[in-house]
């Protein structure tokens, strides 16, 4: 299932070649999706002997004075050394809007490396990065300059969001970029600078192939077949080749069963210290001395374990019960809490700022799922409109704030 294997082999092989493996490969690598995993994969494809081109995309205009302000280079602190590489270009990802038509935006002009407007020429290679929520429309920004030649890869450790993009934002198969999906388990920190960050301890990138759908209809009464192809084109090859040979990813690539029997169990880990990280607004490790906590843990399991043994797609996994039972997840989320440490979660960080999470592709997917197969899980569903709510109402908090001094 690595990367060398016969999934890998297909665009080599003329009966299955598509459009996009005509075209010459381009190297250029864009990035749509700044915090600090997007930041991280931008350096560390940098710091390669002969590396990519690699665009930067960013959605507004503070962002790329902020890029200027600390030197337009991306900054790496691990184990006491800084990292430091430049040479990226950048690009607006969305148009800037103007509240005045004679505005202009300090900065920018026609003799800069950028402009304040966004091009149009086509995107082959793109990481996607962003917050799950912030997915479909960070996507659709740019959704003209993507086909079907364009290869997206999607990093994330949720569920659900490549379906979510297909109905979103390429509802047509025909035009539809190949995708790729992919986790990360570094662990990455980001600091008061924009464009530095911490690397505190290093881990691995998983990532396989997203099927591609075709329909096909005979005649026009008879039935219509879709077809799955889990073969690699050559751009995806290209792309993952460049990764696999970054020596800071560690990439591994997966088989699609394989793969998604990883990221079932980020999602039960993410649908449990996130939820839970928020409802005790509390680091990660202090979930492990409170009793509560540790009791609210196994009960979610529980529904979350039940749900993710029952899907039809993953009732070929051999050790299905032992591999997704709740010792075996409760001993994961343990190991995870421990290693993260006093970490706060993504999710309670986006709370404490006022933003939305990614709990829909977390909780949200185990309860979508849960309903199709007609499985009650209470517990989660508690979770899911806790943090809903806490979210709804920190923001309400945030803008309804107005700073007040008193005169002496």
Partial sequence: ?????????AHLDPQVQADPQQEPVN????ILGLGAVGKYIAHSLAGLPFPPPVTLLMHRPLMMQQWHDEGAAIHVIKGGEIKTHTNFHIESSADFVREDSRQRFPGFGPNLEHTSEPPNYQIDALIVTTEAFRTVSALTAIRHRLGRS??????NNGLGLAERINEKVFPDYRTRPTYILGNMS??????????TLIEKNSGRLECSKFPQVSITRRGNHAPTFTRKDFSWTAPASHLIGTLARTPEFS??????????ESQFQNLAAGAVIGPLSVVFDCTNDLLLYNFSASQAMKLLLREISRVIRSLPELQSLSDLDETFGVKRLEAIVVSRISKSGKNLSAMLQSIRAGNRTDIDYYNGYIERRARELGIDTPRNQMMLHLVRGKSAAKSRELNNYIPFEENC
């Fill in 1 to 9: 299932e690595g990367v060398g294997h016969k999934n890998m082999r």
């Fill in 27 to 30: 190297r250029t690598i864009h």
């Fill in 150 to 155: 364009s290869t997206i890869f999607i990093l």
């Fill in 186 to 195: 570094h662990n990455l920190e980001s600091t008061e600078r924009h464009f």
């Fill in 251 to 260: 990439t591994v690539t997966l088989g699609h069963k394989s793969f998604y």
